[in-house]
């Protein structure tokens, strides 16, 4: 496997890279069913609207923009007449919260490899796309299975305003990090937003296919994971 000299900081991906759902069905039909309290719609037609949400955010995510929980909330509830803003706020808050019922598992490998990396000097940091779940959220899932106290820095794109590839939030958190992108290396499961992203801004980058092989034809990394712990033997660490 390649080596990756000069390294001062990791920075991670979230969603399919630290954390995956235990249960993405179980919220989504929190989701849907806190949105039929709201308007007269069978399961099928609210799954419906809730779907179409989450297309109008993906749209977005690929244009690196961004389209939260709390507009997802609004679009459901104003295509259906309702635009008063407790009604929008209510709906938002469980977009938001669901997956904290549900809950998330580490991956496999993940925190003994920070905690590799911390020994060795090198700092740690996230970078991370938000969909229906936010920063304030995911700093909490990250903290129920231990991974939060090993992050220096958590950049949420629905806190920096911009999702990846953008480079803003890679920088903003290769800034708090102190490293320069040359001696930093993110990693992440998709090509279009965390190797490119790393790659556009002059970071380093391997894509960790532990949990999701991307096989898109957007630009490969220069280096492709299994486990968490073979970037250990990237940076040529021997701990």
């Not at 069913?33 to 109008?56: H, K, P, Q, S, Y």
């Not at 993940?110 to 779940?133: H, P, W, Y």
């Not at 231990?146 to 590839?165: N, R």
């Amino acid at each position: 496997m390649k080596r990756v000299e000069g390294i001062r900081a990791v920075t991670y991906d979230c969603w399919g890279t630290l954390l995956k759902d235990r249960d993405w069905e179980g919220a989504m039909s929190k989701r849907i069913g806190a949105l039929r309290r709201f308007v007269d719609l069978d399961e099928t037609e609210a799954e419906a609207l809730v779907e179409e949400a989450w297309v109008r955010h993906d749209e977005a995510w690929k244009q690196v923009e961004t389209f939260g929980p709390g507009r997802m909330a609004a679009y459901c509830l104003e295509a259906r007449g309702i635009d008063d803003d407790d009604s929008i706020a209510s709906l938002t808050q469980t977009f938001e919260e669901a997956s904290l019922e549900a809950g998330v598992e580490r991956v496999e490998g993940s925190l003994e490899t920070m905690e590799k990396l911390q020994q060795a000097n090198i700092r740690i940091g996230l970078v991370c796309d938000t969909g229906f779940t936010p920063g304030r959220v995911v700093r909490d899932l990250l903290s129920d299975v231990g991974l939060l106290d090993h992050l220096e820095v958590t950049c949420f794109s629905d806190e920096v305003g911009v999702p990846k590839p953008g480079g803003d939030i890679f920088a903003k958190a290769l800034a708090a990090l102190g490293a320069r992108p040359p001696e930093a290396i993110h990693i992440g499961d998709l090509r279009r937003t965390d190797i490119a992203g790393a790659h556009d801004v002059g970071m380093h980058a391997a894509r960790y296919k532990g949990v999701h092989d991307d096989r898109t034809d957007a630009p490969e990394a220069e280096i492709v994971l299994t486990d968490h712990r073979q970037i250990l033997e990237v940076l040529g660490l021997d701990l």
